[in-house]
């Protein structure tokens, strides 16, 4: 039975804590469902692998306490259970530990989204040869600007956005975006017609997150109604509300807003705890 049917036919006769989930069933999100993204519906699981909790300056939570070795293990089980969506950037270190996990994956079965803090078109030229370097990869399928802050970032940074472009024509990039860290910047993505993704910041606690809650709903409602494709980040409150949790993915998953989302797993055991915690909330969604 349909959510929306369910509903009509009286579901507000049970109160919260003897509503009957099970009934939803058929509504169930998991995070190995497929979801296209963006203007290039670019097809991917709804949950990626973060590699990049605490991360800048070249190291993250995940790189600093698994290794090459230990990550790569971590990305391989997620692709054994379907979630083949990897969320790196030059700026955690995680592109050798992707490198590694990809001895053991066929390439063509993930997808691979890197960020750089470039502006210039010869910095991003620089930065496409080493990304793919670093990957062991001949292309990337999504390359962010990389936590974009000023209103104005397309004059700004012009030079790698055209180096970008370029890129999907010559087929070493597929779909391209940015991550912003304000609501200035935030709400010129929103417009930018050379906008296919963005990574947003969104949890219902508000927690570094570019501007309240929803301000930031209202920015992103208009991203979605101009065709761009969105992927959480910090949905979880960058774990500041390890209690909330259930409630942070029931947010995540209910809002009609995120295509999919970014969650900083830092082992096996916090993986197959979501795998299992996503379903549920989806339905209480």
């Not at 959510?3 to 009509?8: D, E, K, Y």
């Not at 104005?152 to 391209?176: E, Y």
């Not at 010129?188 to 219902?204: C, G, I, Y």
């Not at 409630?247 to 993986?271: H, K, R, V």
Request: net charge positive; proline share 4%; glycine share 10%.
């Amino acid at each position: 039975m349909k959510r929306r049917n369910f509903l009509q036919a009286g579901a507000a006769a049970f109160t919260v804590h003897a509503f009957p989930y099970e009934l939803l069933a058929g509504d169930k999100k998991y995070a190995s469902d497929r979801i296209k993204l963006g203007p290039k519906h670019l097809e991917l699981s709804r949950m990626a692998m973060g590699t990049g909790t605490g991360g800048w300056g070249g190291s993250s939570n995940q790189t600093r306490a698994l290794g090459v070795n230990g990550l790569a293990n971590l990305l391989r089980a997620a692709y054994d259970e379907n979630v083949n969506f990897w969320d790196s950037a030059d700026q955690y270190g995680s592109h050798p530990h992707l490198k590694a996990a990809l001895r053991h994956v066929p390439r063509e079965k993930v997808v691979i989204m890197t960020k750089t803090l470039s502006h210039s078109a010869k910095d991003m030229k620089a930065d496409l040869d080493r990304f793919r370097r670093e990957i062991g990869t001949d292309y990337l399928d999504i390359v962010l600007l990389h936590a974009e802050s000023a209103a104005n970032w397309p004059q700004t940074r012009k030079g790698a956005m055209d180096v970008l472009s370029q890129a999907q024509v010559d087929g070493i990039v597929k779909t391209v975006g940015i991550s912003c860290h304000s609501i200035g910047a935030l709400r010129t993505a929103s417009e930018n017609p050379w906008v296919e993704v963005d990574l947003v910041r969104l949890n219902p606690a508000g927690i570094r997150m570019d501007a309240d809650v929803p301000v930031v709903v209202e920015t992103l409602k208009q991203m979605k109604q101009n065709g761009k494709g969105i992927i959480g980040m910090k949905v979880m409150g960058l774990g500041q509300i390890p209690d909330r949790l259930d409630e942070c993915l029931e947010f995540a998953l209910g809002g009609g807003i995120l295509d999919c989302f970014t969650l900083g797993c830092e082992n096996e055991q916090q993986f197959r705890d979501l795998l299992q915690r996503i379903p549920a909330a989806s339905v209480r969604a």
